[in-house]
């Protein structure tokens, strides 16, 4: 059964301080007891085979952000994806909208200050993907900026790039209001992964990535071009608050703190959307694995190295990494094995009667000499009562995509994306659970 914490069905929260302002937006979390084995990868049209893949669709396991769009104000719940640029919003046009469910979309007739972007217009023409087929008749008023998304399963996205007015209450109570607000307006979604159930009553994604059309580019330019998440261990009763904060919030002298350490974020000229980071080596119970460093790398094609995605709910590891790491994995655990297998998963183990049950320590020496050690919980998940199964895969071999860091392996880290001096901070201070 799908579940959301109420209490964090807030506004966004603007807070100011003497030295800097930023803004904190509440994640919320909607799961059932087993996360996706299948995460879908977002490709966009003009590029389907992207390298680089993003969980966005699979809507297992997600954090979701709730967004107020338009005036009046109508309440959102966006998948939060950094592994994606585009904001889309699934919308309707009904002009009599009772026989819509409340909240199954952004009505656009609803709104005083909706408006599509012209499809001369150079945002449109620049930074949006468009339909194979997307003429501009350049003697039209009114002749809408088109987008296109499609994902690997079939599922697609599409409609018309527009602006909207996005509102936020400050500490203070006072509603702010940001203008010209970019957003894609989906009248038309289709495919197993973006409608029904498999989507969680979502109404969009909400990309966090490096392109100038996401979120976090576009508040950026206001509060800061930095922003940070603290995804908290949903399996918790009651569920710990996660947050998203967007711009520099050195108040809490968190990106200052010893504890923070630092990798470089790479960039991939072929995917510049994604947050790439450089896996050294791998270790585990401190011991080295002999991995071919090239596994991490990526190509001169654009082809390989490692994504943190937060759009993705389990780790994709390349092939041969993934087969040695499981390979040690299976000869380090002194668990028995189910009564009957996980689909999905090639290692479970039955930890009934065990109170505290252990595992392997996994950590990875990263760029730039930071180690990065996630606790078990994050990498040995409960499938189902009294099962607890590694949540890594493999990527499809010959795919061309490269490894992603999961939401999942991400819990109690904060993560701080330092756009501007293009570094990935992580720390468990002011995260994890004590």
């Known amino acids: 059964m799908f579940t959301v914490s109420l209490r964090s069905l807030s506004l966004l929260l603007l807070v100011a301080t003497a030295a800097t302002e930023y803004l904190k937006l509440p994640l919320l979390h909607k799961t059932h007891h087993t996360p996706s084995t299948n995460p879908l990868y977002l490709s966009h049209l003009h590029n389907p085979k992207s390298p680089i893949t993003s969980g966005a669709s699979s809507g297992s396991g997600q954090y979701f952000v709730s967004l107020h769009l338009g005036s009046p104000p109508q309440h959102l719940l966006l998948v939060a994806d950094t592994g994606s640029d585009l904001i889309w919003v699934a919308c309707s046009a009904c002009r009599d909208c009772s026989l819509r469910s409340p909240g199954s979309a952004f009505l656009t007739r609803h709104s005083a200050s909706f408006s599509p972007h012209h499809c001369f217009h150079s945002t449109c023409q620049r930074?949006?993907?468009?339909?194979?087929?997307?003429?501009?008749?350049?003697?039209?008023?009114?002749?809408?900026?088109?987008?296109?998304?499609?994902?690997?399963?079939?599922?697609?996205?599409?409609?018309?790039?527009?602006?909207?007015?996005?509102?936020?209450?400050?500490?203070?109570?006072?509603?702010?209001?940001?203008?010209?607000?970019?957003?894609?307006?989906?009248?038309?979604?289709?495919?197993?992964?973006?409608?029904?159930?498999?989507?969680?009553?979502?109404?969009?994604?909400?990309?966090?990535?490096?392109?100038?059309?996401?979120?976090?580019?576009?508040?950026?330019?206001?509060?800061?071009?930095?922003?940070?998440?603290?995804?908290?261990?949903?399996?918790?009763?009651?569920?710990?608050?996660?947050?998203?904060?967007?711009?520099?919030?050195?108040?809490?002298?968190?990106?200052?703190?010893?504890?923070?350490?630092?990798?470089?974020?790479?960039?991939?000229?072929?995917?510049?959307t994604f947050y790439y980071i450089g896996i050294k080596s791998v270790y585990v119970d401190d011991v080295k694995l002999r991995i071919n460093p090239a596994v991490w790398s990526i190509d001169e094609m654009g082809n390989g190295g490692t994504v943190i995605d937060s759009g993705t709910t389990l780790t994709l590891f390349e092939e041969s990494a993934y087969r040695k790491i499981l390979t040690v994995f299976k000869r380090r655990v002194k668990l028995p094995s189910p009564a009957e297998s996980v689909l999905g998963f090639d290692l479970c183990v039955n930890v009934s009667g065990v109170s505290r049950p252990s595992f392997p320590k996994l950590s990875f020496e990263l760029v730039g000499k930071s180690v990065f050690r996630p606790p078990q919980r994050n990498y040995f998940i409960e499938t189902s009562d009294q099962v607890k199964c590694l949540a890594i895969q493999p990527v499809n071999p010959g795919s061309g995509s490269g490894s992603v860091i999961g939401n999942l392996m991400q819990q109690g880290f904060l993560f701080e994306f330092d756009r501007d001096k293009s570094r990935l901070g992580f720390t468990r201070h002011s995260c994890a659970l004590p």
């Open 127 to 272: 930074l949006v993907p468009h339909p194979r087929h997307n003429p501009c008749n350049h003697t039209l008023l009114h002749s809408p900026c088109r987008y296109e998304y499609e994902y690997s399963d079939g599922s697609i996205t599409e409609g018309f790039f527009s602006k909207e007015l996005v509102t936020l209450n400050s500490s203070s109570g006072k509603q702010i209001l940001l203008k010209d607000f970019h957003f894609g307006c989906g009248f038309h979604i289709a495919g197993p992964s973006l409608t029904g159930g498999s989507f969680n009553g979502a109404h969009g994604v909400l990309g966090l990535g490096r392109g100038p059309i996401s979120f976090s580019s576009q508040l950026g330019r206001r509060f800061g071009n930095k922003f940070s998440y603290c995804l908290m261990d949903y399996t918790v009763s009651p569920p710990p608050t996660s947050f998203l904060v967007i711009g520099d919030h050195q108040n809490d002298d968190v990106s200052t703190s010893p504890k923070m350490s630092f990798t470089p974020l790479l960039l991939n000229p072929q995917s510049p």
